[in-house]
């Protein structure tokens, strides 16, 4: 069947250990197992989570142009990249929307440009279409059914990593990305990850993923509780309090760099697809801004959910809702006319036709461990 879901190598294993699974960008995937996404979000906070996030794309970009083809797609400095380190980018059309957000690595001989799963096909598509429209010398290949990636983050992650016989933390470097053998399994291990916390993202072949899984899991079974199997509700949560975007939500086509808060991710001084557009938009001004605010009533938000002035017309809308497990309170994102986004700013949003209170926060609701205070 065309809409059958796919399945990641470890589908098996979640289902025999109590997940609660459901279709996500076209994947079966956990959303939480049987502690709860609350306890998940917490025991990544507090000692470390293990994430099976095999259903983010994974795209081999090699040749002799590809510095050069990924500096031109991209927004951020790729051509100045050092070799083994890693960098945020946005991909965007050339109206300034943002097709995606991706990760890039430099490796040796290629670059390794981890998507966003719901994109993981248009994004190709694009590429290609890309390389084919310009004399850039460049080999794009979907590795994403081949390759397993799992994340393993929090305080304690280094450690279990060292412990299952991988890299020690004084091996790798924020941001670095290396080859590793962790017992039988080669792989490509990255000190990134998207829960504000410090860890590991790991690339595996299929083949090789549940031994690798199990590996980690014993590694970390010193651990109060052992090491938590995490769900994608955490995963959301996790993200969502150091302000970390989830394409859907915070970006999409429609949404610009300066708009999203990402105009750190763009390097100006060199052209990129979009840059004209979104140096005209700044220069113009935004016609909307990212917010996030807290609820001064007690209430869930959602996306969708209209925001109001106090008493007053409707000035943007909710894109990102959800309970905040370590602050204990109920927040959101939304876009709203700039005018409204200082830090502050009483709104109003409508929850099931009743208006509640809600004011503009400082971003971001929590501090990423990893950044120096």
């Known amino acids: ?31 939480q197992y049987e502690a709860g996404a609350v306890s998940e979000h917490r025991a990544v906070r507090e000692q470390a989570g293990l994430f099976d996030i095999s ?26 990249l050092p070799e083994g380190l890693s960098t945020y980018c946005l991909m965007c059309r050339e109206d300034g929307g943002v097709l995606d957000d991706v990760f890039v690595y430099r490796l040796p001989d290629r670059f390794y440009v981890v998507v966003n ?19 850039f010398d460049v080999e794009i290949t979907n590795q994403s ?14 450690e279990v990593f060292s412990r299952a016989g991988g890299k020690a933390e004084s091996e790798l470097s924020r941001f670095a990305i290396d080859y590793d053998t ?24 299929n083949d090789d993923a549940p031994a690798l899984w199990e590996r980690l899991l014993q590694a970390g079974s010193y651990l109060e509780g052992g090491l938590q199997p995490v769900g994608l509700a955490a995963r959301d949560s996790l993200r969502f309090e150091p302000g970390f975007a989830l394409y859907g939500h915070e970006l999409d086509e429609h949404t610009t760099p300066p ?53 007053g017309e409707q000035i943007g809308s909710v894109v990102t809702g959800m309970y905040s497990p370590t602050l204990e309170w109920y927040y959101g994102n939304a876009y709203v006319i700039p005018s409204f986004a200082k830090t502050g700013t009483a709104l109003e949003i409508r929850i099931r036709g009743r208006s509640r209170r809600a004011e503009v926060v400082k971003r971001p609701l929590y501090r990423p461990a990893y950044k120096s205070s």
């Not at 059914?145 to 280094?158: D, K, R």
């Not at 609820?295 to 969708?304: A, N």
Request: charged share 25%; proline share 3%.
């Open 117 to 135: 799963a719901s994109n993981t096909e248009k994004d190709v598509e694009w590429l290609k279409n890309a390389a084919a429209q310009t004399s």
């Open 145 to 158: 059914y081949e390759t397993s990636m799992f994340a393993l983050q929090g305080p304690a992650a280094l």
């Open 1 to 31: 069947m065309a809409d059958e879901l796919k399945r990641t190598a470890l589908h098996a294993w979640h289902r025999e250990h109590g997940a609660r699974m459901g279709p996500f960008a076209g994947w079966d995937m956990p959303l």
């Open 259 to 311: 708009e999203a808060r990402l105009k750190w991710a763009c390097h100006f001084d060199r052209p990129f697809i979009g840059r004209d557009a979104i140096l005209k938009e700044i220069e113009n001004g935004l016609s909307k801004k990212l917010v996030t605010v807290r609820m001064v009533d007690r209430g869930m938000l959602r996306e969708g959910y209209e925001v109001h002035a106090p008493e």
């Open 55 to 80: 259903h983010m794309g994974q795209v081999d970009i090699r040749g002799a142009d590809a510095a050069q083809f990924l500096d031109y797609v991209l927004s951020n400095d790729v051509l100045e």
């Open 182 to 205: 962790v017992g039988a399994s080669r792989c490509l291990v990255s000190r990134t990850g998207y829960t504000g916390e410090d860890g590991v993202e790991i690339y595996v072949w």
